[in-house]
């Protein structure tokens, strides 16, 4: 993976399907102000081994394995990571920095901390939402990172892939994939034209 041309795009499907438990659960230590009251309770939890019980959303073991891999390709490729991230029904139009927006974790995390989970809600626009994602994905793909502005050899290739987060079945994804392709070629077509995008290959 070339750092400064393969490009990661991870969109998150913000539909009501992720406001519902995972089945995974934490403890939580309940603190209470009176010293002594807390000592006593602590000593308590102590004997019975128990200590209150949360349970975690879909939404919230999402985000925690998308930053977990955001993580990742931080540690490996530092600064120039590229990145960006995309969720559903969530306005992102300005994508003319979206790969100097993500540089490091405490970025990412800043982002999802100002994104509410996601509630009930109907889910008749959700495909809209999705293919509206991915087109936006698309377009941050075929537009030109800062180190690509001025290509440093004659086989230069912009690559990329979009990990998509969802809960769509097999039939819909492939309908989503169609859509996916048309906005691909569109956006390639576009790149002949204007020198803000550039052909990218999906891998």
Same mark, same amino acid.
């Given at each position: 993976?070339n750092h400064q041309r393969s ?11 992720? +406001? ?9 230590? *309940?603190?209470?102000? %009176? ?10 939890? #102590? ?18 394995? *998308? ?13 120039? +990571? @590229?990145?960006? @991230? ?5 306005? #992102?139009?300005? #994508? ?8 490091? &974790?405490? #970025? ?13 809600? /109907?889910?008749?626009?959700?495909? %809209?939402?999705?293919?509206?994602? &991915?087109?936006?994905?698309?377009? +941050? &793909? ?16 912009? /690559?990329?892939?979009?990990? &998509?987060?969802?809960?769509?079945? /097999? ?7 169609? %859509? ?10 576009? +790149? @002949? ?11």
């Amino acid at each position: 993976m070339n750092h400064q041309r393969s490009k990661t795009v991870l969109i998150l499907d913000h539909s009501s399907f992720f +406001a519902r438990p995972s089945g995974v659960t934490f403890n939580v230590n *309940v603190q209470n102000t %009176d010293q002594q009251q807390q000592q006593q309770q602590q000593q308590q939890d #102590q004997i019975n081994n128990e200590n209150t019980i949360g349970m975690k959303s879909l939404w919230t073991c999402v985000v925690e394995c *998308v930053l977990e891999y955001c993580r990742i390709l931080f540690d490996i490729f530092e600064d120039d +990571a @590229l990145i960006t @991230l995309i969720v559903t029904g969530i306005d #992102q139009r300005d #994508q003319s920095s979206c790969w100097n927006r993500y540089k490091n &974790l405490s #970025q990412c995390m800043d982002f999802f901390s100002g994104i509410q989970p996601p509630n009930e809600r /109907s889910t008749v626009n959700d495909d %809209d939402l999705l293919k509206h994602s &991915l087109n936006e994905g698309i377009t +941050a &793909l075929c537009t030109r990172s800062k180190k690509q502005n001025i290509p440093t050899d004659l086989d230069y290739t912009n /690559s990329g892939h979009i990990i &998509l987060f969802s809960t769509f079945n /097999s039939k819909r994804i492939q309908t989503i994939e169609k %859509d996916a392709q048309i906005f691909h070629q569109s956006h390639n077509h576009m +790149a @002949l034209e204007m020198t803000e995008y550039i052909f990218y290959f999906i891998f």
